[in-house]
């Protein structure tokens, strides 16, 4: 500690901070990137393990080998989905068939209405919001072992006829459910209870069930009183099945705001997946031949394999319902099937006797899944990164802001040091005096501090007012202008968006006192106190969501380093452009665009746009409706965290030069 209170030692880490900060900071924000995606090399990355030997997996032979009950019940209710009125779940037709199978039988209905829904006008009387309601259908396995003291839940989404052409069928899903069920219903080694669940539309339908059984209050879903409950969930296993014959079926794992399972779940799904013979994908893409793993083909196939997991898991929405039960600390993932009409298909057999192999090694926990990682990345089905690895490489990438800060810091107080040697430049040719001057070379520097804090107090202050507009003026007003609530919630943001834009340039002081020094050292501490503030937050960021954190830090750091007052228009033209582009709603469609065009094949660059520019809007209006029921946190952070940094630097830019 001597070393850093000594002013010898702060003058000579000073000087190097501000003479070598630019060439160390380019450095290591190249550093950082190649690093990363380096970590996607097979030599680089750790082979997947099991940490918890009770799983014992693949240790039993399975025995499930009932395919004709499998399609006997899809057949049947794609018959009964036809006739039930408005795509409806067929609740009478599901509790009737876990009746037979001998569980206990229950149903749960609810309704969902929030602040962001559309209205219904009608001519007979006052506009009304629409609702969702829905229906939950679940039956219960009783352990013959022990008291019901924890659970399993098997997981099947139920989609209607209109459904099944935006997202595939389910139907096999189901039927494959309740052929288990039946297989199960024969067996006394179960100690855990095991839930069979289908739910009506999705993701509601999953958080309604989850906040009855945990007796959790929700401000916008409002269920019946939930009669049969089961024990503590162990473990989940959300099931997408469209056809008896599959080609791969792929392993979903992301959860909301970047949460994602126990690692040892992921691996018991994809061993079991391969000791039965179905090929198993991971981001819907298969592993790398092993012949080229030290190749560059295969470090290119695995890089965009761990792109495709960070977006994925940058994006704060869950891959599928199993998502939901992440945050009530349920490890859960989904297993999704893909169709196939080649004669090589794999029967749906095989994916009854991995859902079996799975059960069972859950069945046979003593505690919840604890000791392998929850903060990994996976660049394939076989290879890991764990946070110990990503977090250095993001280390790299943090040092620039936090360099360039501390830089400005020090310039900040040089310009005041400035400024009070030309005072008593004027004070010794009047009086002659000597130790005056060292007097106020002893002196710490005055650095402008009122005149920066009411700035981010203000950038805050916007932030705050950002957060809430969606919910206390957007919905008020977008119905007036016959807007629908995407629409208008898009608008009202991108309005307020324009509005912050303008404040610095219309709230500029026309007070023309201060000096050049004085102003520049107003810019320099104000620039200084919102790249540390960038470092800082991002680095928060990255403990809850990795890859959100990466991706805003590689595309925002270039621009925030660079941008500073000019007195050439045409310069503050042009980084207004470029934070305009870094800006929450221009990262939002940079992601969307570079995603869409690496997933998905568009004859023409414009089509790409426009899908991009729909896509945006829905991520907003997601965003904003998904705080409220799932209660993510990604609108909360664009507000409150990135938008008001962004803001600072966009004063940064507009702050008047004499």
Request: aromatic share 12%; proline share 4%.
């Given at each position: 500690?001597?070393?850093?209170?000594?002013?010898?030692?702060?003058?000579?880490?000073?000087?190097?901070?501000?003479?070598?900060?630019?060439?160390?900071?380019?450095?290591?924000?190249?550093?950082?990137?190649?690093?990363?995606?380096?970590?996607?090399?097979?030599?680089?990355?750790?082979?997947?393990?099991?940490?918890?030997?009770?799983?014992?997996?693949?240790?039993?032979?399975r025995e499930y080998h009932s395919e004709t009950d499998t399609r006997t019940y899809a057949n049947e209710l794609r018959e009964v989905a036809r006739g039930t009125p408005k795509g409806a779940i067929p609740e009478q037709w599901l509790y009737s068939k876990f009746r037979e199978l001998g569980l206990d039988v229950y149903s749960q209905n609810y309704t969902v209405s929030h602040p962001f829904m559309e209205t219904v006008t009608s001519k007979k009387g006052p506009s009304k919001t629409k609702v969702i309601t829905g229906t939950n259908v679940y039956g219960i396995l009783r352990a013959p072992r022990l008291a019901g003291t924890e659970a399993i839940v098997l997981t099947v989404p139920y989609r209607s006829l209109k459904q099944v052409a935006t997202f595939g069928s389910t139907n096999h899903g189901i039927g494959l459910m309740l052929s288990l069920a039946s297989y199960f219903r024969r067996h006394t080694y179960w100690s855990k209870d095991i839930i069979f669940l289908v739910v009506e539309h999705e993701e509601i339908g999953m958080r309604a069930w989850l906040e009855s059984y945990h007796d959790t209050k929700s401000s916008?879903?409002?269920?019946?009183?939930?009669?049969?409950?089961?024990?503590?969930?162990?473990?989940?296993?959300?099931?997408?099945?469209?056809?008896?014959?599959?080609?791969?079926?792929?392993?979903?794992?992301?959860?909301?705001?970047?949460?994602?399972?126990?690692?040892?779940?992921?691996?018991?799904?994809?061993?079991?997946?391969?000791?039965?013979?179905?090929?198993?994908?991971?981001?819907?893409?298969?592993?790398?031949?092993?012949?080229?793993?030290?190749?560059?083909?295969?470090?290119?196939?695995?890089?965009?394999?761990?792109?495709?997991?960070?977006?994925?898991?940058?994006?704060?929405?869950?891959?599928?319902?199993?998502?939901?039960?992440?945050?009530?600390?349920?490890?859960?993932?989904?297993?999704?099937?893909?169709?196939?009409?080649?004669?090589?298909?794999?029967?749906?057999?095989?994916?009854?006797?991995?859902?079996?192999?799975?059960?069972?090694?859950?069945?046979?926990?003593?505690?919840?899944?604890?000791?392998?990682?929850?903060?990994?990345?996976?660049?394939?089905?076989?290879?890991?990164?764990?946070?110990?690895?990503?977090?250095?490489?993001?280390?790299?990438?943090?040092?620039?802001?936090?360099?360039?800060?501390?830089?400005?810091?020090?310039?900040?107080?040089?310009?005041?040091?400035?400024?009070?040697?030309?005072?008593?430049?004027?004070?010794?040719?009047?009086?002659?005096?000597?130790?005056?001057?060292?007097?106020?070379?002893?002196?710490?520097?005055?650095?402008?501090?009122?005149?920066?804090?009411?700035?981010?107090?203000?950038?805050?202050?916007?932030?705050?007012?950002?957060?809430?507009?969606?919910?206390?003026?957007?919905?008020?007003?977008?119905?007036?202008?016959?807007?629908?609530?995407?629409?208008?919630?898009?608008?009202?943001?991108?309005?307020?968006?324009?509005?912050?834009?303008?404040?610095?340039?219309?709230?500029?002081?026309?007070?023309?006192?201060?000096?050049?020094?004085?102003?520049?050292?107003?810019?320099?501490?104000?620039?200084?106190?919102?790249?540390?503030?960038?470092?800082?937050?991002?680095?928060?960021?990255?403990?809850?969501?990795?890859?959100?954190?990466?991706?805003?830090?590689?595309?925002?750091?270039?621009?925030?380093?660079?941008?500073?007052?000019?007195?050439?228009?045409?310069?503050?033209?042009?980084?207004?452009?470029?934070?305009?582009?870094?800006?929450?709603?221009?990262?939002?469609?940079?992601?969307?665009?570079?995603?869409?065009?690496?997933?998905?094949?568009?004859?023409?660059?414009?089509?790409?746009?426009?899908?991009?520019?729909?896509?945006?809007?829905?991520?907003?209006?997601?965003?904003?409706?998904?705080?409220?029921?799932?209660?993510?946190?990604?609108?909360?952070?664009?507000?409150?965290?990135?938008?008001?940094?962004?803001?600072?630097?966009?004063?940064?830019?507009?702050?008047?030069?004499?």
């Open positions: 500690m001597g070393l850093l209170t000594d002013p010898k030692t702060q003058a000579t880490v000073s000087r190097l901070i501000s003479k070598y900060y630019a060439v160390v900071s380019i450095f290591f924000y190249i550093i950082g990137i190649i690093y990363m995606l380096s970590l996607a090399h097979y030599p680089l990355s750790a082979g997947t393990y099991f940490s918890e030997n009770a799983l014992l997996p693949a240790l039993v032979e916008y879903i409002t269920s019946s009183l939930m009669s049969g409950r089961s024990g503590s969930v162990m473990g989940a296993i959300n099931l997408e099945l469209g056809s008896d014959s599959l080609d791969h079926i792929d392993i979903m794992i992301e959860g909301p705001n970047g949460q994602l399972p126990n690692l040892d779940l992921f691996n018991l799904a994809v061993r079991l997946c391969k000791r039965e013979g179905i090929a198993v994908t991971f981001q819907n893409r298969q592993d790398a031949l092993q012949a080229q793993w030290l190749r560059y083909d295969g470090f290119k196939h695995s890089m965009k394999t761990m792109l495709l997991n960070m977006a994925h898991q940058a994006s704060g929405k869950p891959s599928g319902i199993h998502g939901l039960f992440l945050q009530y600390h349920i490890e859960a993932l989904t297993l999704k099937g893909y169709p196939s009409q080649s004669r090589r298909a794999q029967s749906i057999v095989s994916v009854g006797r991995v859902l079996e192999g799975m059960t069972r090694s859950i069945n046979n926990l003593l505690e919840r899944l604890h000791q392998s990682f929850f903060f990994y990345i996976l660049p394939s089905t076989e290879r890991y990164i764990s946070i110990g690895l990503y977090m250095p490489p993001f280390g790299l990438l943090m040092v620039v802001p936090i360099l360039h800060g501390l830089a400005l810091w020090i310039a900040s107080g040089k310009v005041e040091d400035d400024q009070e040697g030309e005072k008593v430049g004027e004070s010794d040719e009047k009086h002659s005096d000597e130790k005056k001057d060292s007097q106020v070379e002893a002196e710490p520097p005055q650095r402008p501090f009122s005149l920066v804090i009411p700035l981010m107090i203000g950038a805050f202050v916007t932030g705050v007012l950002l957060f809430y507009c969606p919910q206390y003026f957007i919905t008020r007003y977008s119905a007036a202008f016959g807007l629908k609530p995407n629409e208008g919630i898009t608008i009202g943001l991108l309005a307020f968006l324009v509005g912050c834009i303008f404040l610095p340039y219309l709230g500029r002081s026309k007070n023309q006192q201060s000096t050049d020094l004085s102003s520049k050292a107003e810019w320099q501490l104000l620039k200084s106190f919102a790249l540390i503030w960038q470092g800082v937050s991002l680095s928060a960021i990255a403990m809850m969501n990795f890859s959100l954190a990466f991706f805003i830090a590689v595309v925002t750091i270039p621009v925030y380093t660079i941008v500073r007052p000019s007195k050439k228009r045409i310069f503050r033209i042009i980084q207004s452009a470029l934070l305009v582009l870094v800006s929450p709603y221009g990262l939002v469609l940079i992601g969307i665009l570079i995603y869409q065009a690496n997933t998905i094949n568009y004859d023409s660059y414009g089509q790409l746009l426009l899908d991009t520019l729909f896509a945006a809007q829905d991520a907003m209006y997601n965003s904003v409706v998904d705080r409220c029921l799932y209660g993510s946190w990604s609108y909360g952070l664009a507000t409150l965290v990135v938008f008001p940094n962004w803001m600072l630097f966009w004063m940064v830019v507009w702050r008047k030069q004499q």
